[in-house]
C-alpha cells in the first residue's frame, strides 16, 4: 500500500495528526523531570476525559489489555469471587483473566447482539455481597453493544467493586466515572482517544485503592502492580519502576490535547453522527446490523454480510483496492460479517462515504 491506510477496523483508528508528530519529539529519560511533568499532565488530562477526580489515575505502560489485566490483578486475590456479565468476546476475556488470577468467576450472560441487563448484575451481587468485584464492558467491541453503566451505580452502598472496561467507549460515547460509582476503569489509546496503541489509561477510586492496599496477598504481576507504578510516577523523588517510552506518552498527550480541545461533546457528537450515517446505509446494501436499535453503539458496527461479499476476498479487496482496513466477524459473525469502526480521526463524514463507495464498487 503506498498510501496511508484508511483503519476502520475496531482499532487500531487513525491517530489525530497531532498526536503523530509527537513521536518524533526527543526521547527522554523516564525519570527526567520533564518527562514526569508530561505524565502529570497526561493524567490530568485523563481525568477530564474520564469524568473524574480520582488521585491514582494513570498512562499504563501497554496495550488495552494491559489495563484490563493491571486493574484485575491489583484488586482480585486468589479465592475472590468476581462477578462477571457476559455477551461477547471481551466479557469472556474478562472472565478469563480473572480465572487465571484464581479468582472465582460467576457471570451474568446475554446474547451476542444484546445488552446485559444491569438489574441481573444487581442481583446477582445481592445474591453474593462477599464479592469483590462485579465486572463489565461498557462498549463491547465484538457486537457493537453499549452496556448500561450508570445503573450500577448502586454498588457503590455495598463491599462490591465496580470495574468497567472502557476501551472502546472513551472519548467516543459519554463516560462519566465519579458520577457512575466506578471503582476501577481501563482504556486504550488507539480506539476513540485517537493515539497509536501502547498505552492504556487506567482510574482507581479512593476506595479501591484502600482495598488494594488492603490486599492479603502480594499483586501478582510486578510490572502491572498498580501501587508501584503510582510510586514510580507520584512518588517524590519517583522511583523506577520500568523504562516507559516517552514518545508514546508524548503521542497520547497530544492525542488528548486535541480531543480536549475539541471537547468531549463535540466529539461525542461526531461519533453519533457519522455512525448514524453509516448504519443507516449499511441495511441499503442488503448488511444486517448485529446490535439491536437501543443499545447499538456508534463507533462500532457489526453487520451480516450481504449475498455478493463474501468475507476473505472482500476484505482483501477492500484493502488492496481502496486502502481501507476493516475487522472480521467474531461470535455469530465469524466469518459472516464485518466490524466497521468509526473512532478518533477515523470518525468523519469522509470516511462513511470512501467506505460506502468501496462496497457499492465490491457489490458491482
Ligand atoms: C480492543 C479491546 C480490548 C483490548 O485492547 P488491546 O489494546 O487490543 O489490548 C479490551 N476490551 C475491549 C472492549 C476492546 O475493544
Known amino acids: 500500500?503506498?498510501?496511508?491506510?484508511?483503519?476502520?477496523?475496531?482499532?487500531?483508528?487513525?491517530?489525530?495528526?497531532?498526536?503523530?508528530?509527537?513521536?518524533?519529539?526527543?526521547?527522554?529519560?523516564?525519570?527526567?523531570?520533564?518527562?514526569?511533568?508530561?505524565?502529570?499532565e497526561t493524567s490530568e488530562r485523563l481525568r477530564a476525559v474520564f469524568g473524574t477526580r480520582n488521585r491514582l489515575t494513570l498512562p499504563v505502560s501497554g496495550t488495552g489489555s494491559a489495563g484490563m489485566e493491571a486493574c484485575l490483578a491489583s484488586l482480585l486475590e486468589p479465592g475472590d469471587l468476581a462477578i462477571v456479565g457476559v455477551n461477547g468476546y471481551f466479557g469472556q476475556r474478562l472472565s478469563e483473566v480473572a480465572r487465571r488470577l484464581g479468582a472465582e468467576v460467576r457471570t451474568v450472560e446475554a446474547e451476542w447482539g444484546r445488552a446485559i441487563d444491569p438489574e441481573q448484575l444487581l442481583d446477582a451481587q445481592r445474591a453474593a455481597p462477599q464479592a469483590r468485584l462485579v465486572a463489565v464492558v461498557h462498549a463491547e467491541t465484538s457486537t457493537g453493544v453499549r452496556n448500561d453503566v450508570a445503573p450500577l451505580h448502586a454498588l457503590a452502598g455495598t463491599d462490591t467493586l465496580l470495574l468497567v472496561d472502557t476501551v472502546t467507549s472513551l472519548g467516543g460515547i459519554p463516560v462519566e466515572v465519579d458520577?457512575?460509582?466506578?471503582?476501577?476503569?481501563?482504556?486504550?489509546?488507539?480506539?476513540?482517544?485517537?493515539?497509536p496503541s501502547g498505552i492504556a489509561p487506567v482510574t482507581l477510586s479512593d476506595r479501591a485503592v484502600e482495598r488494594?492496599?488492603?490486599?492479603?496477598?502480594?499483586?501478582?504481576?510486578?510490572?502491572?502492580?498498580?501501587?508501584?507504578?503510582?510510586?514510580?510516577?507520584?512518588g517524590s523523588p519517583a522511583r523506577y519502576h520500568h523504562t516507559a517510552s516517552s514518545p508514546l506518552m508524548s503521542a497520547v498527550h497530544a492525542g488528548l490535547g486535541r480531543l480536549l480541545e475539541e471537547g468531549l461533546p463535540a466529539a461525542w457528537e461526531r461519533h453519533a453522527r457519522v455512525g448514524e450515517a453509516l448504519q443507516h446505509a449499511l441495511p441499503e446494501l442488503g448488511f444486517e446490523l448485529l446490535a439491536e436499535k437501543a443499545n447499538r453503539l456508534p463507533q462500532l458496527t457489526a453487520a451480516r454480510l450481504p449475498g455478493g461479499?463474501?468475507?476473505?476476498?472482500?476484505?482483501?479487496?477492500?484493502?488492496?483496492?481502496?486502502?481501507?482496513?476493516?475487522?472480521?466477524?467474531?461470535?455469530p459473525l465469524a466469518g459472516a460479517g464485518w466490524r466497521v469502526g468509526l473512532m478518533g480521526q477515523s470518525a468523519?463524514?469522509?470516511?462513511?462515504?470512501?467506505?460506502?463507495?468501496?462496497?457499492?464498487?465490491?457489490?458491482?
Open 179 to 195: 458520577e457512575w460509582g466506578v471503582d476501577a476503569c481501563y482504556s486504550a489509546t488507539q480506539k476513540c482517544l485517537g493515539a
Open 1 to 40: 500500500m503506498h498510501f496511508e491506510p484508511l483503519l476502520l477496523g475496531p482499532g487500531p483508528s487513525n491517530p489525530y495528526p497531532e498526536a503523530v508528530e509527537a513521536l518524533a519529539r526527543p526521547v527522554l529519560g523516564h525519570l527526567d523531570p520533564e518527562y514526569l511533568a508530561l505524565v502529570a
Open 212 to 234: 488494594m492496599r488492603a490486599r492479603q496477598t502480594p499483586i501478582s504481576s510486578f510490572y502491572l502492580d498498580l501501587d508501584l507504578l503510582d510510586q514510580y510516577y507520584r
Open 348 to 364: 468523519r463524514d469522509r470516511s462513511v462515504v470512501t467506505l460506502l463507495g468501496a462496497l457499492r464498487s465490491l457489490l458491482g
Open 309 to 331: 461479499i463474501d468475507d476473505a476476498p472482500g476484505r482483501r479487496s477492500l484493502r488492496e483496492d481502496f486502502g481501507i482496513e476493516v475487522g472480521g466477524g467474531l461470535g
